[in-house]
């Protein structure tokens, strides 16, 4: 009976999952991230609290432990920082490991062209610098991606320099929103004037 009672509720619980994604619609977008930190007047993301160079300890990961940075990088269709237009990732990261390089990251994506022109999507994780590939959490977003769910995955495909260098970053986003998106807000009748 018992096993019975198990393959009823894993039937019934495949379908929910099942009738849900049937409902939902999928959105992939591809996006090249530019980022420039520690570079002067250029930096793109710059260190607003946290340790100084005096602190380090021979481990950088304890170094860096506690440096939360602001970010604001362009973002473009193709690898070319000279390619067209995508649109802004802003937010911010913080080193959080203190036995490895791995940082907090919570930013939004502000997409400025195309069908999805105004449109953001709000993007957290944890980003283990030892992984080629990190995958984040699409957490929300507003216009078009408003209740929006899913992944991306970020992949660095070139860095130039060493110390102030720049990296491009590969960002892959799979998108679910519910089928219905346009919904409006209404206030309750008791905050209505």
Not at 69 to 76: N, V
Request: charged content about 15%; aromatic content about 12%; hydrophobic content about 35%.
């Amino acid at each position: 009976m018992q096993l019975l009672t198990a393959i009823l509720v894993v039937f019934l619980y495949t379908s929910c999952v099942q009738r849900e994604v049937e409902s939902e619609k999928v959105v992939q977008l591809h996006w090249y991230m530019h980022d420039t930190p520690f570079n002067g007047p250029n930096a793109s993301s710059i260190p607003v609290t946290g340790y100084n160079a005096s602190d380090f300890q021979n481990e950088l990961a304890h170094f860096l432990r506690g440096q939360i940075y602001l970010f604001d990088d362009p973002l473009t269709q193709g690898p070319s920082l000279t390619s067209a237009t995508f649109g802004r990732s802003q937010g911010t990261y913080s080193y959080v490991s203190r036995e490895e390089l791995v940082s907090y990251v919570s930013y939004t994506v502000s997409i400025r062209s195309g069908e999805y022109n105004g449109s953001t999507l709000n993007i957290l994780g944890v980003n283990p610098e030892s992984k080629t590939i990190k995958e984040y959490s699409i957490v929300g977003g507003t216009g078009q991606f408003r209740r929006a769910t899913g992944n991306l995955e970020e992949e660095i495909v070139n860095v130039f320099g060493a110390f102030n260098f720049s990296a491009t970053l590969s960002e892959n986003a799979t998108i679910y929103l519910p089928e219905d998106t346009n919904f409006t807000f209404k206030k309750p009748a008791s905050l209505v004037e």
